[in-house]
Nanobody, 120 residues
Framework: QVQLVESGGGLVQPGGSLRLSCVASGITFSTYNMKWYRQAPGEERVLVARIASFGSSTNYADSVMGRFTISRDNAKNTVYLQMNSLKPEDTAVYYC?????????????WGQGTQVTVSS
């Protein structure tokens, strides 16, 4: 059974920092591209950051570039999202996603989400 469990969300003041974690089980973690998405109320879910399998490359949405950092620890089956200089517009539910494409399958898994609220 595949599970992705996010943690680290909460309430933070503008300018503050949070570190999200996502622990995966039931998959060969190192072979999956890992992504963080977010969804604000009434809006679509959007991609925030991506890190390739084995951590060889990263990509970020323009809105978080220079403020957020995605990383992974394959020994711990964990992906992180370090969020600095948080803004009210970063308020959303943040979701972890694991995906890979092989010759025989397309695998795509989601966590349950963790709420991040940026407010004074």
């Amino acid at each position: 059974q595949v599970q992705l469990v996010e943690s680290g969300g909460g309430l933070v003041q503008p300018g503050g920092s949070l570190r999200l974690s996502c622990v995966a089980s039931g998959i060969t973690f190192s072979t999956y591209n890992m992504k963080w998405y977010r969804q604000a109320p009434g809006e679509e879910r959007v991609l925030v950051a991506r890190i390739a399998s084995f951590g060889s490359s990263t990509n970020y949405a323009d809105s978080v570039m220079g403020r957020f950092t995605i990383s992974r620890d394959n020994a711990k089956n964990t992906v992180y999202l370090q969020m600095n200089s948080l803004k009210p517009e970063d308020t959303a539910v943040y979701y972890c996603n694991a995906g890979r494409t092989t010759l025989s399958s397309i695998d795509d898994y989601w966590g349950q989400g963790t709420q991040v609220t940026v407010s004074s």
